[in-house]
């Protein structure tokens, strides 16, 4: 019995994320429109848009490989498994003993590292620019990523997310020098792992400064639908992330009944749309960054980590 | 026959084999014959080392030989520690001699290659097996000698000879390092069996020059920054399975070494050592990927990741030391055990990357990476193996590499309970420069891969590729399937490795096999644990899953076209990115510091239409900070003294007279 209801919360958690990740993005797109004083599309545009793709034929570039067929889908998989095992309304969830949250951030390493492999097969220097890029970001982003992680589980004892949301829901926690500096860090290394403003830009093509857009030029139809939509994804997962680990407050903890599953769900989409918001704001108020101010950016994530970490080795009531 | 025994007749074997092989060499099936002997005995090896390892008997097995010094003898000791690393010397053997199956057949000189490649077989397992300090540093030279032939192998090709020389030299010290690391520990009263070693006690003062000569001698075989130099020259030097065998299992055969004296023969562990340990393995997790990043040979990059690799072992036994310095004995087991996983998974996914870049070395013989691409289409099978074997290095789930690095994530994550300050400090440090080396590692096997075997033809060798024999396929492809087995099932191989922890650090991680589905959950579930098996099974269902419902209830269609170039579409291959400008971004961002790397364009000026140059100026600050003056030292001081050998012999008696007298005034004002 208490399998069945666990499978059931987990499919609807892993369900959630999915449907839920276009229209966060689609809000965000319509939020920043109406900032600058634009009608914009619809919030469900993106719906529109990976329907209309994925009915679309591909067109592959003659000496594409097998490598850029797959990678799509191992893309999404990777990004996808990932987000579910991330808490959206609720902790404890059926498999999220299966990966801590040193193995999310990997797998979301595996998803980038297949993709900047696809963006070599083709063999154009578009490709290639955002190939290099990537990797050149993500060899930043990582470590402050996993320096972040260390911080919430020195705090939390333990890198289950579950256990760190637990953790951090309770009482006892109250404000922390290191927890702010953490969730100082989270954000820059989530603005840069999204490929968001300052650190790149989704909305644009056939720019010299792109990076992630770049990578993926060669990408149509399918394919390019489910590479957006792990994009879609990712950005749900780490506003997910800030929101489980941050600000777990109504969050379901495991066991309770249906009322509090429901109240979570509802307080969870409270939190996106507030994050949505304030991504949104964020963005139409600051610039694109040159791509080599990029490594000062996502060096003062890495030492607010290390800065937080240290903090936390020298007494644990920081 | 006892386990040691077997041991002993296969190296036995071996030596035979390499004496065979000299009369063989010159004819037709000796590539067949030695090779297929040579997997032959390693496989017997192998078995004998595996059922003494999970066959549960404790107990080490000894014998001895009446050879070496006439009071001593030699003794040879297989205990749990031994038996770990004769699997993973052995394993390396027998896929190195599968590969050879088909490789050798291309060689050039096999007659140069067939004696010593048994020999050095022998040599490793000799090292791995020695009890006395006598024989281990005869085996040790042994084996370093054979290899050394091996490397000189091709010694006509241009760099050959300089790598031989460099290595030689390198050698030569490292052994001079442990030697006297062995007197110091033998004492004044000279018993160098190890069980007289371990029994006695070390002083501080002798217990630190201990560990200073031993990071010389064996960490200079290992590759640890700044004694690095000779291994990039030195293992892409040899044959291919060659290297593998060097960088997969030589440089472990090293970090042995270190185990056996550091853990085992000096007794507790201190934390300054600890904190040296892990200093020096952060440096060169870091600088040796960085190196890597900037190269665009495939075999020397290959050769500079086994340097970060080491690091990373030296990392993780440096957080076993101050664990085991502090008495957290579950700590120091879980460091203790990654740092073992982390030396068994590189042995895997190194042999195999190495045999990848043999098979394209046969394929189109090229090494340079910026002269190759689009072998994925010509090379399917060799492109897939590798391409298992890139995902595992860069530590990405579900595979080996990642498992290791995650239990050491862990065990750094135990440190704040340690008292010392400066490890309270250090270790944060040190957590950062191995997620960066993850990181820098990612993107340089995104390089090595998709330069090498994606994109289009850089040349008409590229061009015209062919897939290799299926010996190699088959020693590849055994490889990768262990790489994944390793990733997804890893409760089972830290289950075996619980009595080599027992032995050296007196305590093991908890019982992985009866975790509920094969996760593996290093303290308590409800800290951290982590399942392969699910994570695959996971990624491989929602991968199937959408690919089905989209061809079912989407589109299939698909139609080829060139690729778009911005109206620009017959761009050539030249025009793609190559390894040198791969890594343009991030010689920028660190290759300023560390390489003072700096990029000069030269633009012709208007009107003129030659092409513009771009030069690439890097400095090896190791080389030419360190060995650079010592070398002209060297050669200041030997000019110097050039002229002792033309004097008359009044005065050469003269100076042997002096010197006498000197040395018996020393010795008299000594005592």
């Known amino acids: 019995m208490v399998v069945i209801s666990d499978t059931i919360v987990q499919g609807v958690q892993m369900l959630l994320v999915l449907l839920l990740a276009p229209l966060l993005t689609g809000y965000v797109r319509k939020i920043k429109a109406r900032l600058v004083r634009r009608q914009g599309p619809s919030v469900f545009q993106p719906y529109r848009d990976l329907l209309r793709l994925m009915r679309k034929e591909v067109v592959l570039a003659d000496n594409a490989s097998w490598l850029f067929r797959v990678t799509p889908y191992i893309t999404f998989a990777a990004i996808w498994v990932a987000a579910a095992l991330v808490p959206t309304f609720a902790t404890g969830l059926l498999f999220n003993w299966t990966a801590d949250l040193i193995a999310i951030v990997a797998l979301l390493g595996s998803a980038r590292f297949f993709l900047a492999l696809a963006g070599m097969d083709v063999g154009t220097s578009f490709g290639g620019i955002g190939s290099s890029r990537e990797v050149m970001i993500a060899a930043l982003a990582e470590p402050a990523m996993l320096l972040i992680v260390f911080c919430l589980a020195l705090v939390a004892g333990s890198t289950q997310l579950s256990t760190v949301a637990h953790f951090l829901a309770s009482s006892y926690v109250g404000l922390r020098v290191s927890l702010g500096m953490a969730l100082v860090a989270l954000f820059m290394v989530a603005i840069a792992e999204n490929a968001r403003i300052p650190v790149d830009n989704p909305a644009t093509h056939l720019e010299l400064t792109m990076v992630h857009e770049a990578m993926i030029l060669e990408y149509s139809g399918r394919h390019l639908a489910m590479i957006e939509l792990g994009a879609f994804l990712k950005l749900l997962l780490y506003v997910s992330l800030i929101a489980c680990v941050f600000f777990p407050w109504q969050i379901a903890l495991y066991g309770s009944g249906a009322l509090s ?58 | 026959m006892s386990a040691v025994a077997l041991q002993m007749v296969c190296v036995a074997g071996l030596l035979g084999l390499a004496v065979m092989a000299i009369a063989l060499s010159r004819s037709q099936t000796a590539t067949a014959v030695i090779y297929g002997a040579t997997l032959a005995l390693s496989a017997i090896a192998l078995t004998g080392a595996l059922r003494s390892l999970l066959g549960g008997s404790t107990d080490a097995t000894t014998l001895t030989l009446p050879v070496g010094l006439p009071w001593l003898g030699a003794h040879f000791r297989l205990d749990a520690l031994a038996s770990f690393f004769l699997i993973v010397v052995n394993l390396g053997g027998a896929s190195a001699s599968l590969y050879g199956l088909g490789y050798g057949h291309h060689d050039p000189a096999p007659h140069r290659v067939l004696p010593f490649f048994p020999a050095f077989l022998a040599g490793m397992n000799l090292v791995v097996l020695a009890d006395d300090a006598f024989s281990y540093l005869l085996c040790w030279e042994f084996m370093s000698l054979a290899s050394w032939a091996l490397v000189m192998a091709h010694h006509r090709e241009p760099g050959n000879a300089k ?21 110091l520990l033998a004492g004044p009263a000279g018993d160098y069996g190890f069980t007289a070693i371990r029994a006695a006690q070390h002083a501080p003062y002798s217990a630190t020059l201990v560990l200073i000569l031993m990071l010389l001698g064996a960490g200079s075989k290992a590759g ?8 990039p020259l030195a293992h892409p030097a040899a044959p291919s399975h060659v290297s593998a065998l060097m960088s997969g299992v030589m440089t472990k055969v090293a970090i042995y070494g270190f185990i056996r004296v550091m853990f085992d023969l000096l007794g507790q562990p201190t934390w300054p050592a600890s904190a040296v340990v892990l200093f020096l393995g952060s440096i060169t997790a870091v600088m040796g990927i960085l190196y890597a990043m900037m190269e665009k040979d495939l075999k020397r990059l290959l050769a500079y990741s086994t340097i970060e690799n080491i690091g990373i072992v030296f990392v993780s036994l440096g957080l076993a030391m101050a664990f085991q310095a502090n008495g957290m004995k579950l700590a120091a087991a879980l460091a203790f055990t990654a740092a073992l996983l982390h030396v068994l998974n590189h042995s895997f996914f190194k042999s195999l990357l190495f045999f990848g870049a043999g098979a394209v070395l046969t394929a189109t013989g090229e090494r340079d990476m910026d002269k190759l691409g689009g072998l994925i289409h010509r090379m399917p099978f060799t492109s897939f193996a ?8 860069s530590a990405l789930p579900p595979f080996n590499g990642f498992v290791s690095e995650w239990l050491i994530f862990q065990a750094v994550l135990q440190s704040p309970e340690l008292t010392q300050w400066a490890l309270k400090i250090m270790v944060p440090a040190v957590g950062a420069m191995l997620a960066l080396a993850a990181a820098l590692a990612a993107a340089c096997f995104v390089k090595a891969y998709g330069v090498t075997f994606l994109g289009r033809a850089r040349g008409p060798a590229a061009k015209t590729a062919g897939e290799v024999d299926r010996f190699s396929l088959t020693a590849m492809f055994i490889l990768a399937a262990l790489c994944l087995l390793a990733g997804i099932l890893p409760g089972l191989a830290i289950d075996a490795l619980a009595p080599v922890a027992t032995q050296i650090v007196g305590s093991r991680m908890p019982a992985q096999a009866s975790q509920p589905w094969l996760s593996i959950v290093p303290i308590a579930e409800s800290r951290s644990s982590y399942n392969g098996l699910l994570v695959m099974v996971f990624i491989a269902a929602t991968a199937s899953l959408a690919v089905y419902f989209i061809h079912r209830f989407a589109s299939r269609a698909l139609r080829r076209g060139p690729a778009w170039g911005c109206g620009f579409s017959d761009a050539t291959p030249a025009a793609q990115y190559s390894g040198v400008s791969f890594a343009q971004p991030i010689r920028r961002v660190f290759g ?3 390489f003072h790397a700096r990029d000069h364009v030269t633009m012709p000026p208007p009107g003129d239409i030659r092409p513009a140059r771009l030069r690439i100026e890097l400095h090896d600050l190791v080389w030419s900070g360190m060995y650079a003056p010592i070398a002209d030292a060297v050669g200041f001081l030997s000019t110097r003294l050039n002229h002792l050998q033309f004097l008359t012999i009044r005065r050469y008696l003269s100076l042997v007279f002096a010197t006498l007298v000197t040395l018996l005034l020393v010795l008299a004002i000594w005592s």
């Open chain 2, 386 to 393: 590798v391409l298992v074997g890139c995902v595992a290095i």
């Open chain 2, 224 to 231: 640890l920054v700044p004694l690095h130099v000779w291994l």
């Open chain 2, 163 to 183: 790598a031989g020389y460099v290595y030689l030299v390198m050698a030569s010290f490292g052994t001079l390092a442990l030697l006297l690391a062995f007197g």
């Open chain 2, 592 to 594: 300023t510091l560390v």
């Open chain 1, 261 to 318: 599953y429901t109240i979570g769900a509802g307080a969870y989409i409270v939190k996106l749309a507030l994050a949505g918001f304030l991504l949104a704001l964020f963005e139409t108020a600051t610039a694109k960054m040159r791509v080599f101010r990029v490594p000062q950016f996502l060096g003062a994530a890495l030492m607010l980590g290390l800065l937080g970490t240290l903090l936390l080795f020298v007494s644990r009531s920081f």
